[in-house]
C-alpha cells in the first residue's frame, strides 16, 4: 500500500449561539498531512473563560457546536516509510544444540529446538550434506526465523549474530560471525561452505567427537524496522 500526503487549507469553526456567527481560524500556508502528521490544529483556539462565559453565545445549556472547512489542494503518492527502534545495551542469547550420532544423519535438512531471542523465535538449520555451493563438500550452517509469519508486514529485525561448531577437546571453536535483516522475505542466513568435511571429521580438532557435535548459536538484536 502506498502512503500519500494530503495538502490542504483548513478553517475551524465555534458556532456562535446568540449572534449566529462563528468564531474561526485558519490553518494558513497549506498544511500537508501524512502519516507521520496526522493532525493539525491550534494550541490557543479561543480562551476558556470566553467559551464557558454563556452570554458569549458559544457554550448554551452545556452545548456546543464546532466545525470544519476542508480544502484538498493537492495529494501525491509518496514511498513507504519506516519506525527504526534500537535496543540499548542490547543482550545476547545463546542457544546450543547437541547432535548425536551425526554419521547416520540422512536427510537434507535438520533444524534445532526453536530459541527466543528479542521477542522472537529463532532456530539453527544444518546441512550435513552441503547446500548451494556447498553441496558434497561442506557442512552447510544457517540461522533462520522460526515462525516468520508472525512478523507484521514491512518489519525487519537487525541482528547479530555467530553460529559456532564447539571443539570438545581444546575449546577452539569453529565459528562465522554476520549481521544481517531479517524478514519474513528474507528469514535465512548462514554459510553454504561453512567448513569442510573433511576438516569437521578430523579426530584430533574436536569438532566431531564419539560421533556427537554440538552447533551454539549466540544472536544480538539491534533493531526492529516496522513499515509506517
Known amino acids: 500500500m ?32 501524512h502519516r507521520m502528521k496526522l493532525e493539525w490544529g491550534f494550541d490557543q483556539f479561543v480562551a476558556l473563560k470566553t467559551f464557558n462565559d454563556a452570554s458569549n453565545g458559544y457554550l448554551v445549556d452545556d452545548t456546543c457546536v464546532f466545525g470544519a472547512e476542508v480544502f484538498v489542494c493537492k495529494e501525491r503518492s509518496t514511498h513507504k516509510g519506516e519506525c527504526l527502534s534500537m ?9 546450543t544444540w547437541k547432535i548425536e550420532n551425526f554419521s547416520k544423519l540422512d536427510a537434507e535438512c535438520y533444524d534445532s529446538n526453536t530459541f527466543n ?4 523465535k529463532w532456530k539453527i538449520q544444518l546441512y550435513p ?16 526465523l522460526a515462525d516468520s509469519t508472525t512478523l507484521p508486514p514491512g518489519s525487519k529485525i537487525f541482528a547479530d549474530f555467530t553460529l559456532r561448531i564447539l571443539d570438545q577437546i581444546q575449546a577452539k ?16 542466513r548462514g554459510w553454504p561452505r561453512f567448513v569442510t568435511h573433511s576438516y569437521f571429521n578430523l579426530p584430533n580438532v574436536g569438532l566431531l567427537v564419539k560421533g556427537s557435535c554440538s552447533v551454539e548459536a549466540e544472536v544480538t538484536i539491534h533493531g526492529v524496522a516496522n513499515a509506517l
Not at 87 to 95: E, F, N, R, S, T
Not at 129 to 144: E, I, N, P, Q, V
Not at 178 to 185: P, R
Open 2 to 33: 502506498q502512503d500519500f500526503i494530503i495538502t490542504l487549507s483548513l478553517c475551524v469553526l465555534l458556532a456562535n449561539h446568540i449572534v449566529k456567527f462563528c468564531c474561526s481560524d485558519t490553518v494558513g500556508g497549506g498544511k500537508r498531512f
Open 173 to 188: 571453536h569453529y565459528y562465522g560471525r554476520a549481521n544481517y535483516w531479517f524478514s519474513a522475505s528474507r528469514k535465512l
Open 117 to 120: 531471542a528479542g521477542d522472537h
Open 129 to 144: 550434506k552441503g547446500k548451494d555451493s556447498g553441496t558434497g563438500s561442506h557442512l552447510s550452517l544457517y540461522l533462520a
Open 87 to 95: 535496543v540499548k545495551d542490547a543482550i545476547p542469547y545463546k542457544h
